[in-house]
């Protein structure tokens, strides 16, 4: 039987490309598998045909629309994952659910192999097959643009010469990848890092500069997940829909940074995730009301590790698994309502309640009455810190102790 090899198509002109020239390099037959993350654009049936046309055996099309948001990026959101406190893993999210469809496809068909699209310089080759191999031990992993030297003006004169059913004369300067939780662009002229990005560079967000009128939003959560906006019942994909909207009215999300690949390279990334940055920021704010105080401590090295195992390709692994048992027992509690006002590229939290709240107005207040006993703060701070105090007394008596003049050598200006 002739081998089959699994495609992750997007329909776009490499991946067409990528079809026939798998086929003529291998001799493989190709199933092409297209995934729906919410990235917009043709509809999966015409992506199919597509397929087809370029001589895919088989097409596997999947809307995964709802699993990634619920299984991938509301597990994100409960980590407040920011890769390098900046980036919510946008492209990281969606490269795992691609590759358990990829699996999928591939079990359902019989191929040895799974293809992708990537380069060889960048996270996502790795992601894609750090998953596949997680997932199915015994699938290699072949990346046409990498491997088989499929390039891109390769592939421009492949498809005229085919006569493959995909425009090849439209030039985009950038490298795009988007899904529901938000979007990323790099490569042309951002590839100088003192460039600011052009207009032209943004589609999630309007311009922060030039606002509607402010928008206030109520967010409620249940166990750190979005389930009511406003007020109306919402999915995990419903409510990233709504806040993309309504945030990326307001230019909320937008973020310019020279990042570590894990490949070893900085490159510069644009990105647009309104959506996720403001349901980030509700999120945490709840958490700060909802949280012990250690346990919140604690729960930010874990989502940092969980945040860096995601961007390093390791979705299926061990520790991922182990840390997210953590941070959904952090999640018990994290019920309630956040309100936010969404305005000129920014989501501000204005308020807060919460049945599970620590915050507790009795303690807190300094009016009259409160039930916060102010005498024993006194030998509280004696014992927190006497070992301190201990310590500069034997400074002292040993010559040694602090000077409370500024420090002359890292004064401004001297050397
Ligand atoms: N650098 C980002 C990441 O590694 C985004 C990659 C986006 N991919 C692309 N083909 N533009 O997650």
């Not at 291998?26 to 654009?41: E, F, L, Y």
């Not at 097409?59 to 959101?77: I, K, N, Q, T």
């Not at 990537?118 to 072949?142: H, Y």
């Not at 201990?390 to 200006?413: C, I, M, V, W, Y």
Request: charged share 25%; net charge negative.
């Amino acid at each position: 039987m002739t081998e089959r090899i699994v495609l992750a198509y997007s329909g776009g002109l490499d991946t067409s490309v990528a079809i026939g020239w798998i086929h003529e390099a291998t001799g493989a037959d190709v199933i092409a598998c297209a995934v729906d993350v919410g990235q917009g654009g043709e509809d999966l049936e015409v992506i199919r045909q597509r397929a087809l046309d370029c001589g895919a055996v088989e097409a596997y099309v999947a809307d995964a629309r709802d699993e990634f948001a619920s299984e991938y990026c509301m597990p994100a959101l409960k980590a407040n994952a920011l890769y390098m406190d900046a980036y919510p893993v946008v492209s990281a999210l969606s490269r795992p659910v691609i590759a358990k469809h990829l699996v999928k496809a591939a079990k359902k068909y019989g191929a040895s192999a799974v293809a992708h699209g990537c380069t060889g310089k960048g996270n996502d080759q790795v992601r894609f097959e750090v998953s596949i191999t997680s997932l199915a031990p015994n699938l290699q992993c072949i990346a046409p643009v990498r491997d088989l030297a499929l390039t891109r003006d390769k592939a421009i004169d492949y498809a005229e010469k085919n006569n493959l059913p995909i425009t090849t004369t439209k030039h985009n300067p950038f490298s795009i990848d988007q899904n529901v939780w938000g979007r990323a662009i790099e490569t042309g002229f951002l590839e100088d890092i003192w460039n600011e990005p052009t207009k032209d560079v943004y589609n999630y967000t309007d311009d922060p500069a030039f606002p509607p009128v402010a928008d206030e939003v109520v967010l409620t959560f249940d166990h750190g997940i979005p389930v009511a906006i406003d007020g109306r019942a919402v999915s995990p994909l419903e409510a990233i829909q709504e806040m993309n909207r309504r945030a990326g009215a307001q230019g909320i999300g937008r973020i310019d940074i020279v990042e570590d690949r894990l490949v070893g390279i900085k490159s510069r990334e644009i990105y647009e995730a309104p959506g996720a940055m403001a349901l980030i920021e509700a999120h945490r704010e709840l958490e700060r009301v909802t949280l012990e105080r250690e346990q919140g401590r604690f729960k930010r090295e874990v989502q940092d590790r969980w945040t860096d195992l995601v961007y390093d390709g390791q979705w299926f692994s061990h520790l991922k698994r182990s840390l997210e048992a953590f941070i959904e027992d952090t999640q018990r509690y994290v019920s309630g309502d956040v309100r936010m006002r969404l305005h000129g590229g920014r989501a501000t939290v204005t308020g807060r309640r919460s049945d599970a709240s620590l915050y507790d107005f009795n303690l807190a207040t300094y009016d009259e009455g409160d039930t916060f006993d102010q005498s024993h703060a006194k030998g509280f701070i004696e014992i927190y810190g006497l070992a301190s105090k201990q310590a500069t007394a034997r400074d002292e008596k040993f010559g040694n102790g602090p000077s409370l003049e500024p420090d002359e050598a890292s004064a401004f200006g001297k050397e």
